[in-house]
């Protein structure tokens, strides 16, 4: 039987608690966001500061070198793999809102050591910068198994999926915002130097100017830490894992409109401890295995192909924004603009899209639409990329280019956040999302360096002879049907379920599977039987 604050919380109609949830919890895939995507215009801010080219070469070929930049991408990302693991461990082991603030804090001190990068010479500018990346990691990757698991423990089950993936889409907005603030900043910066022409050197205030763009990420995060830090436990990590089914009651009365005698036992409840199945026990991996494996497997596939889009971006570069000589500013604000652009008409709209459909359509079907239609958008670039492509970065391109991004957020982009949060029992939940999320960034370290390093049929930029775009693009197709088997294969759905549910199904499958080898030993003994008193 259910306990009357669970299942008071599955019922609960929608309030304003439930907003408040989605913008505490948001705001730091928000800030993840931000961060992550200011970086392309800021890389070229200190191409033309710290890679100046001779006065009689073009400016607009100063770029940092391809292994400065791969590492500089490689090291955030490794820094969120490693806070994923450990902070989705905390979450479970000592709480989810006790380690919920100090994630948060990592992400504020590492948005401002990345802007301050303690010094003005290249190796120590770069140097501090990585370090502070890193930080900057190891902080978004602790904000993802909390946000998503908090959101969930919340969150009602008739519109679960919403919720979490409301949260999620703050992303959207993240992207948006640091494409608006760097162009602004761009634009101010250009100003007060007096508009510089395209051939003129690279002024040191420039220097300046990727700083304020990294430090003003800190800000609306820095804004939710006290929100964070007042808000009460999980009532299912307080009732299901410690035990302590009162103050569940207690702590959920001050955030839902309901009454605590609506919520508390009539009768006080045996002081039963969690199963004892430690993780990765054998037991742990028959009940948990299969969903484990889909998640982190279909967390790593769509993350292979979503970080790959740094392949389309440098053909847009090469095509719309190399055309024309501009200065630092300049070729920073145009980069930014690409972003918007994207970010308003496919990233954003691909989010709200899964917000509205996800608990009509559900998780699974989802999550296969969107590696399908993703595979055909890959499938229709690369097949005719050198024939077609290469030479035509057209409309129709953009187009393409933006369907990869709606149709990843419009499926496995979101629901690999959402089915993690949904799947495991609570004294597991953030440590299995945070492992799933983990595979995912290990995934995206692949994209983002490893195809853009394999993406080239020639030396160029500092990038060796690989296999060219058409194989590449080709591969991260078959990847998205990877994806689409694998989904169909192994994931479950969790739609319209409590949460209580799905650990109950795995219970009930193991019950079924012992019962019937029960019977079949029941059936064995008996002919042995049979066959001795035949003898």
Same mark, same amino acid.
């Given at each position: 039987?259910?306990?009357?604050?669970?299942?008071?919380?599955?019922?609960?109609?929608?309030?304003?608690?439930?907003?408040?949830?989605?913008?505490?919890?948001?705001?730091?895939?928000?800030?993840?966001?931000?961060?992550?995507?200011?970086?392309?215009?800021?890389?070229?801010?200190?191409?033309?500061?710290?890679?100046?080219?001779?006065?009689?070469?073009?400016?607009?070929?100063?770029?940092?070198? /391809? *292994? &400065?930049? @791969?590492?500089?991408?490689?090291?955030? #990302?490794?820094?969120? %793999?490693?806070?994923?693991? $450990?902070?989705?461990?905390?979450?479970?082991?000592?709480?989810?809102?006790?380690?919920?603030?100090?994630?948060?804090?990592?992400?504020?001190?590492?948005?401002?050591?990345?802007?301050?990068?303690?010094?003005?010479?290249?190796?120590?500018?770069?140097?501090?910068?990585?370090?502070?990346?890193?930080?900057?990691?190891?902080?978004?990757?602790?904000?993802?198994?909390?946000?998503?698991?908090?959101?969930?423990?919340?969150?009602?089950?008739?519109?679960?999926?919403?919720?979490? /993936? *409301? &949260?999620? @889409?703050?992303?959207?907005?993240?992207? #948006?915002?640091?494409? %608006?603030?760097?162009?602004? $900043?761009?634009?101010?910066?250009?100003?007060?130097?007096?508009?510089?022409?395209?051939?003129?050197?690279?002024?040191?205030?420039?220097?300046?100017?990727?700083?304020?763009?990294?430090?003003?990420?800190?800000?609306?995060?820095?804004?939710?830490?006290?929100?964070?830090?007042?808000?009460?436990?999980?009532?299912?990590?307080?009732?299901?894992?410690?035990?302590?089914?009162?103050?569940?009651?207690?702590?959920?009365?001050?955030?839902?409109?309901?009454?605590?005698?609506?919520?508390?036992?009539?009768?006080?409840?045996?002081?039963?401890?969690?199963?004892?199945?430690?993780?990765?026990?054998?037991?742990?991996?028959?009940?948990?295995?299969?969903?484990?494996?889909?998640?982190?497997?279909?967390?790593?596939?769509?993350?292979?192909?979503?970080?790959?889009?740094?392949?389309?971006?440098?053909?847009?570069?090469?095509?719309?924004?190399?055309?024309?000589?501009?200065?630092?500013?300049?070729?920073?604000?145009?980069?930014?603009?690409?972003?918007?652009?994207?970010?308003?008409?496919?990233?954003?709209?691909?989010?709200?899209?899964?917000?509205?459909?996800?608990?009509?359509?559900?998780?699974?079907?989802?999550?296969?639409?969107?590696?399908?239609?993703?595979?055909?958008?890959?499938?229709?670039?690369?097949?005719?990329?050198?024939?077609?492509?290469?030479?035509?970065?057209?409309?129709?391109?953009?187009?393409?280019?933006?369907?990869?991004?709606?149709?990843?957020?419009?499926?496995?982009?979101?629901?690999?956040?959402?089915?993690?949060?949904?799947?495991?029992?609570?004294?597991?939940?953030?440590?299995?999302?945070?492992?799933?999320?983990?595979?995912?960034?290990?995934?995206?370290?692949?994209?983002?360096?490893?195809?853009?390093?394999?993406?080239?049929?020639?030396?160029?930029?500092?990038?060796?002879?690989?296999?060219?775009?058409?194989?590449?693009?080709?591969?991260?197709?078959?990847?998205?049907?990877?994806?689409?088997?694998?989904?169909?294969?192994?994931?479950?759905?969790?739609?319209?379920?409590?949460?209580?549910?799905?650990?109950?199904?795995?219970?009930?499958?193991?019950?079924?599977?012992?019962?019937?080898?029960?019977?079949?030993?029941?059936?064995?003994?008996?002919?042995?039987?049979?066959?001795?008193?035949?003898?």
């Amino acid at each position: 039987m259910a306990l009357k604050v669970l299942s008071a919380l599955d019922a609960a109609r929608t309030q304003y608690y439930h907003f408040k949830a989605i913008i505490i919890a948001g705001m730091g895939l928000f800030t993840d966001a931000y961060d992550l995507f200011c970086i392309p215009p800021i890389m070229i801010l200190i191409g033309r500061i710290y890679y100046p080219k001779p006065e009689d070469d073009d400016p607009d070929q100063a770029q940092i070198p /391809a *292994a &400065v930049t @791969s590492t500089m991408v490689a090291i955030a #990302l490794l820094g969120t %793999v490693i806070g994923q693991l $450990v902070f989705g461990r905390l979450g479970d082991l000592i709480g989810r809102r006790r380690v919920y603030g100090f994630a948060l804090v990592l992400m504020v001190v590492g948005s401002i050591g990345c802007g301050f990068s303690i010094c003005t010479t290249r190796e120590c500018v770069l140097g501090s910068l990585g370090f502070f990346r890193f930080v900057l990691g190891v902080g978004i990757g602790g904000d993802y198994p909390l946000s998503a698991t908090i959101m969930s423990e919340f969150a009602n089950k008739r519109t679960r999926g919403a919720f979490i /993936a *409301a &949260v999620f @889409s703050m992303q959207g907005l993240g992207i #948006l915002a640091s494409s %608006v603030v760097t162009m602004v $900043v761009c634009k101010v910066f250009d100003r007060a130097s007096g508009h510089l022409s395209p051939t003129a050197p690279t002024p040191r205030e420039a220097d300046i100017a990727w700083r304020v763009i990294l430090m003003l990420g800190a800000i609306p995060a820095a804004m939710t830490f006290y929100w964070r830090m007042t808000m009460p436990e999980t009532a299912r990590y307080t009732a299901l894992v410690e035990q302590n089914v009162l103050q569940a009651a207690k702590d959920m009365e001050k955030v839902m409109d309901v009454s605590l005698s609506q919520i508390t036992e009539d009768q006080p409840l045996p002081s039963t401890p969690p199963p004892s199945y430690p993780l990765f026990s054998r037991q742990f991996l028959r009940r948990h295995g299969r969903d484990l494996f889909s998640c982190a497997c279909a967390w790593f596939l769509v993350d292979v192909v979503f970080y790959s889009s740094n392949l389309f971006q440098s053909q847009i570069y090469n095509r719309f924004l190399r055309n024309q000589k501009r200065n630092a500013y300049d070729a920073a604000f145009e980069v930014a603009k690409l972003q918007a652009i994207v970010a308003a008409c496919s990233t954003i709209p691909g989010y709200w899209a899964t917000v509205y459909f996800i608990d009509r359509i559900g998780r699974v079907k989802l999550q296969m639409m969107g590696f399908f239609f993703m595979a055909l958008v890959y499938f229709a670039i690369g097949v005719p990329y050198y024939a077609y492509w290469n030479k035509h970065t057209n409309k129709g391109f953009m187009i393409l280019y933006g369907l990869t991004f709606f149709f990843a957020n419009f499926g496995p982009n979101t629901t690999t956040f959402i089915v993690p949060a949904e799947l495991f029992p609570a004294r597991f939940r953030s440590t299995c999302h945070g492992i799933s999320g983990a595979a995912g960034k290990v995934g995206s370290i692949i994209g983002a360096i490893g195809f853009l390093w394999a993406s080239h049929n020639q030396k160029m930029d500092g990038y060796p002879k690989a296999l060219g775009m058409t194989t590449s693009l080709i591969i991260l197709g078959g990847v998205c049907i990877v994806g689409t088997v694998m989904t169909y294969s192994f994931t479950r759905e969790t739609a319209g379920r409590s949460l209580e549910e799905n650990e109950k199904e795995e219970d009930s499958k193991e019950t079924g599977i012992l019962r019937c080898f029960g019977e079949i030993g029941l059936r064995s003994h008996s002919n042995s039987t049979n066959g001795v008193d035949a003898a």
